[in-house]
């Protein structure tokens, strides 16, 4: 990538505050590639040990940063075998009781088959977002921090490193992986996030999204926000060669429709359509491939005796290779959900590594979501906006029966579009930007 302007080492180093850190696989990746060119002394983060899933680490991701864990618990000996760096444990013992006090009472309501207070799950919530301030205000006293950004998944960072900018009046900026206040979330969360959002917003020195929607959406939900800039969800992943695509065929048989990623409630309406749509289709030789981390029972069950889908993993330095295979890329999205804004606005690490694919899109996804409307006005492939496994079909169908230089076409647009938005070294540099300027 392009040499960054990075300022003298006396500046102070920025502070990540984050729940779900790299290595972790899925969404911390991108925090991964947006950092991984900064100079290690100018930045830290402080995030979670217990979220951990050590079946799901990407060892190869770990940031050469400082990690300042907000809720380590235990001895160390598991953490000086699995992780390569020197991190700064914090521990309160006061919140500890606290944390456990909450607990029993909350395993006491559970056993009575009786529903936590939302008080009382706020309070744990709040409780949680006080070790992150400890643990941002302990690392201050050893090193000078020039400003905080905070980064919105569940909510304990986000308040907890607000308050520490706040208290220690730091510069602060946002960083919206996926909304906060409208997004699914446990009631005490819930409660905080309404409370906090409109108060930290405020607060801010500037805010950055992964896309336009995003900002269009908080644009009109806080009339008052004028720094909104938007960095992308970026990949590392070396893009198919646009020469390549003359390779690619809509009428190979069998016709092959790949899904990479997580499945869950964002995603299970969606996918309870593509599931119908492969009984309609087994006459048409079309395959379904699945290639998902720990799918649920839920999801094993919806495809058990379906003979046209396949359920595999790859890791994900061989997953790219075998997608391109593909015929179509599907990328789910759900109508009736709690969190519908949520759906509007999201922007998927899988998203990204698709348009790096060079295969065309599936979008099945309400119409107005930014996946639909990225994927229709970029030409990146097939849109099914209704929510019919008959339509999906048919939209295979037609696709199959397409001609075959317009179906290229969809895979260079990805390509294209890709290189143009989504590398790693572009979003790198704005993100550089934003929080320095």
């Known amino acids: 990538m392009k040499s960054l302007d990075y300022a003298a080492d006396d500046c102070g180093k920025t502070v990540f505050v984050c729940t779900w850190a790299p290595p972790m696989a899925g969404g911390p990746r991108n925090l991964y590639n947006h950092l991984k060119s900064w100079p290690a002394q100018r930045y830290a983060l402080v995030t979670s040990y217990l979220n951990f899933s050590w079946s799901v680490l990407e060892p190869s991701t770990w940031l050469p940063c400082d990690y300042v864990f907000f809720d380590y618990h235990g001895n160390a000996d598991r953490t000086v075998t699995k992780i390569k760096v020197d991190p700064l444990m914090i521990r ?6 606290l944390d456990a006090i909450l607990n029993r009472f909350g395993q006491l309501l559970n056993k009575l088959k009786m529903p936590k207070p939302n008080l009382i799950d706020s309070i744990y919530q709040f409780g949680r977002s006080c070790r992150v301030f400890f643990a941002c205000a302990k690392y201050s006293r050893s090193h000078k921090i020039s400003q905080v950004v905070i980064i919105s998944d569940m909510g304990w960072g986000f308040i907890g490193g607000f308050l520490f900018a706040w208290f220690y009046d730091k510069p602060l900026k946002i960083f919206l992986f996926d909304l ?145 295979k593909s015929q179509l890329l599907f990328l789910p999205f759900s109508w009736n959900t709690q969190s519908p804004e949520i759906i509007r606005t999201a922007s998927p690490a899988k998203f990204t590594d698709y348009l790096a694919a060079g295969v065309p899109f599936l979008v099945h996804a309400p119409k107005d979501s930014f996946v639909c409307e990225f994927a229709e006005k970029k030409k990146l492939g097939i ?47 704005r993100l550089w930007k934003f929080t320095n300027e």
């Not at 981390?293 to 094993?300: D, F, G, H, L, R």
């Not at 919806?302 to 994900?316: A, C, E, F, S, T």
């Open 92 to 97: 309160y013992r006061l919140i500890d009781k």
């Open 180 to 324: 906060y206040a409208d997004n699914y979330m446990l009631s005490g969360n819930k409660i905080l996030a309404q409370i906090f959002e409109p108060i930290i917003f405020k607060f801010a020195d500037g805010i950055i999204v992964t896309n336009e929607t995003t900002q269009s959406f908080l644009e009109k939900k806080y009339p008052y926000l004028d720094k909104i800039n938007v960095v992308r969800n970026s990949s590392d992943l070396e893009p198919k060669k646009l020469t390549d695509v003359e390779n690619y065929s809509n009428s190979k048989k069998p016709f092959i429709i790949s899904f990479a990623g997580h499945i869950y409630w964002p995603h299970m309406e969606s996918f309870k359509n593509l599931v119908e749509c492969m009984k309609l289709l087994e006459q048409d030789n079309v395959i379904l491939k699945m290639y998902v981390i720990n799918p649920s029972e839920e999801v094993k069950v919806l495809i058990k005796g379906v003979k046209n889908i396949v359920l595999d993993y790859l890791p994900r330095e061989q997953l790219t290779a075998e997608i391109q």
């Open 383 to 429: 849109v099914v906006p209704e929510n019919s496994a008959i339509k999906l079909a048919d939209k295979v169908r037609d696709f199959m029966k397409l001609d075959q230089n317009q179906a290229q076409e969809y895979a260079r647009n990805c390509i294209r579009f890709f290189n143009e938005e989504f590398k790693v070294d572009i979003n790198s540099e």
